[in-house]
């Protein structure tokens, strides 16, 4: 979930951790795959009842 827009991005559907920085693979509602930072800076909470993630992305990182 995109904190600041409280918008739902997709689904986890995987971790890529080949690289320094580690991504989400994330799979949106539309089928699209999106990577997203997996950083600490960006995450705002963690709900592991509900299994979500709240995450305050950059502006412009969904377009890419």
């Known amino acids: 979930i995109d904190h600041i827009y409280n ?3 997709g689904t986890i559907c995987g971790i890529d ?3 320094q920085n580690i991504l989400f693979e994330v799979k949106t509602e539309s089928g699209d795959e999106l990577l997203i930072p997996a950083s ?3 995450i705002h909470s ?3 009842e509900e299994h979500t993630i709240n995450m305050e992305l950059p502006e412009g ?4």
């Open 7 to 9: 918008k739902v991005v």
């Open 61 to 64: 990182l969904l377009d890419i």
């Open 46 to 48: 963690i709900d592991t």
């Open 40 to 42: 600490p800076e960006l």
């Open 17 to 19: 951790d080949s690289t």
